[in-house]
């Protein structure tokens, strides 16, 4: 990986000139792919990272992902390409957690279990194989630059399963989020919504793992959320904002990272702490969101105060 | 006794369909002899009780009598174990929109950073799969959502993030967010805990009056019943393995509460005709323990 980065940054120089830049940079094919697993990867993330952030499973969300690496490991073993061991292992350890976990908001036993018992698996598997580390170390880190036209494929695929998954139970997910009892009495069976929730994630992390690997996750899918989170309090404006902000931290850093010989996820994990510290610095208003930005929601009240004003006069 | 409630809910539907039609006209709720059983412990039975349309209902009884759970039972969340019960002439399903519910809480998650409106507004479709069709009754559910808030009060909070709200204010949205489904019906789980006097009497007067002008039979469980004494119409209580309902007159006195608590309840009336509770929150606590 750091030979691929090193060799690219000698390719070609950066000149000024963005319309130049990008045309070098969309010449390679390994880019074009980069650039378009890693998009359809940061919408993904964007969506579910913000039930994650609201259900407080990040924890559950990290843990899915080590569960990746035992399954990519695995697959590695025995010849089979790491995706299909990822998706198989994270959707399996998600039905575990889904179902042997009561309740999934907080209670992170069954979590920790699964985590370690999956990354013990992991080691295992890392032990049968003495190929490369490279392999291993792509797992952990990150390959986007990589990635096949196979893995491209596998990914759009996923992605796409996820989401139309999250448009299927989008309502009754919101409700149980925000409160699990009230959503129950409604009629809504909060706990086959916590199960299919949890094999969202997995799929989700299947899919981010291409791209920031399996210790990074974090940064697509639950740094991005977190932020948007304060600049809006409405929900579809927040998954709007988590989707943008995850697609821009993985754009800059595969745009940076082409000149630079350091490895990507190095570059989208940064941007992402740096937005993640800006926005927690930055004082926050009554409504609960950063003082700077104010989203004009009740613009049609203020129309019809208007209004009411006018015909008054 | 199982048979016997075998043999009442086959006989059930012999009794002549008008005179059905006649009974959920008069009572919302109609329970007879009913048990409730959660895993081998009986939690109370006996229960027979009807509720009438519009009716005011404060549900007392101590920690752990089984309140909660019969409010699980008229939700269809949980089955009686003998006799039978009816809400709305029917027997109890999950997700009854004639019935508004406020679940038991102490407080919303404080990093819940939803906007209230949002919160309340999934009282209205947050049941229905998929995702709300672009464009469509968008307005529609905007003035649904301001006519709730204006109706508890709840406008002037209602675009903050509502995990930074207080429990009054929060109470406040969860009775809007259950009034959406215009309910004939609420059911309230202490609603009045760990709210300041000021806002419980102010939460029990909300309640009384959207009740009153929407027609909607209330049961609210409490602790506290002084709040609630101007506005119940019956008590329901919830006690040692037994259900029973009266008048608060016939319900509120010395020796009905300190039998159904186990503990010294004082019961007085002042020179008003108003009813004073001693004990049931702070003195119970001190004498015994593990109350």
């Not at chain 1, 759009?156 to 409160?179: E, G, H, N, W």
Request: aromatic residues 8%; glycine residues 8%; charged residues 15%.
């Amino acid at each position: 990986m750091s030979m691929l980065s090193t060799t690219l940054a000698s390719l070609t120089p950066f000149s000024w000139n963005p319309i130049d830049d990008l045309q070098t940079i969309f010449q390679y094919a390994f880019m074009r792919n980069a650039f378009a697993a890693g998009t359809v990867v940061a919408i993904v993330a964007g969506i579910v990272g913000y039930f994650v952030v609201l259900r407080n499973l990040s924890f559950a969300g990290h843990s899915l992902s080590h569960s990746g690496f035992a399954g990519a490991t695995a697959a590695v073993v025995i010849g089979a390409s790491p995706v299909s061991g990822l998706l198989v292992f994270t959707i399996g350890s998600a039905l575990i957690m889904g179902t042997l976990g009561k309740r999934l908001h907080g209670r992170d036993v069954i979590v920790g279990v699964v985590l370690a018992w999956t990354l013990g698996l992991g080691i295992f598997f890392l032990s049968l194989y003495s190929g490369y580390a490279n392999q291993a170390y792509s797992i952990l880190f990150g390959q986007i630059l990589g990635i096949s036209q196979n893995d491209v494929q596998v990914t759009f695929f996923t992605s796409a399963a996820t989401l139309l998954a999250i448009v299927l139970v989008y309502r009754p997910l919101l409700f149980a989020s925000l409160d699990e009892e009230i959503a129950e009495s409604r009629g809504i069976p909060t706990r086959i919504i916590s199960i299919i929730f949890l094999v969202i994630v997995a799929l989700a992390v299947s899919a981010a793992t291409q791209v920031v690997g399996v210790l990074l996750i974090f940064s697509l899918l639950v740094t991005p959320a977190a932020i948007a989170e304060r600049l809006s309090t409405h929900p579809p404006t927040v998954i709007l904002l988590s989707v943008l902000l995850a697609i821009l931290f993985t754009w800059a850093g595969l745009l940076i990272a082409f000149y630079f010989p350091y490895p990507v996820s190095f570059f989208i994990t940064s941007f992402a702490f740096l937005a993640y510290i800006i926005v927690r610095v930055l004082p926050v208003t009554q409504e609960g969101t950063i003082a700077l930005i104010k989203w004009k929601r009740n613009v049609s009240h203020k129309n019809i105060k208007k209004q009411a004003i006018v015909g008054n006069s | 006794m199982i048979k016997n409630a075998q043999h009442l809910q086959k006989e059930q539907p012999i009794c002549s369909d008008d005179e059905q039609a006649s009974v959920s006209l008069v009572a919302i709720i109609a329970a007879h002899e009913v048990a409730v059983r959660l895993g081998k412990c009986t939690i109370w039975s006996g229960g027979t009780f009807t509720i009438g349309s519009g009716e005011f209902v404060t549900i007392v009884g101590p920690n752990g009598a089984g309140k909660s759970t019969l409010l699980r039972l008229l939700l269809g969340l949980l089955f009686p174990s003998e006799g039978y019960i009816q809400v709305f002439g029917q027997a109890p399903r999950r997700g009854n929109s004639l019935i508004g519910y406020v679940p038991q809480r102490r407080a919303l998650d404080p990093d819940l950073m939803v906007q209230a409106r949002d919160f309340v507004a999934m009282g209205i479709d947050g049941h229905k799969w998929g995702i709300p069709l672009p464009f469509v009754s968008k307005e529609h559910h905007r003035i649904l959502v301001q006519e709730v808030l204006d109706a508890v009060g709840a406008t002037a909070y209602a675009d903050r993030a509502i995990g930074r709200l207080s429990g009054g204010e929060q109470q406040r949205l969860l009775l809007a967010q259950a009034l959406l489904g215009q309910p004939r019906l609420l059911l309230l789980d202490e609603p009045l805990a760990s709210l300041d006097l000021r806002n419980q009497n102010a939460i029990a007067q909300l309640v009384a009056q959207v009740a009153k002008e929407r027609n909607i039979a209330v049961l609210l469980v409490s602790h506290d019943v002084n709040p609630l004494l101007p506005f119940t119409e019956r008590v329901l209580y919830v006690a040692q393995g037994q259900i029973a309902i009266g008048k608060p007159d016939e319900i509120i006195t010395t020796e009905q509460l300190t039998q159904m608590y186990d503990a010294p309840v004082e019961v007085m009336r002042d020179s008003r005709g108003r009813v004073l509770v001693f004990g049931l929150e702070s003195a119970l606590p001190a004498i015994i323990p593990n109350g």
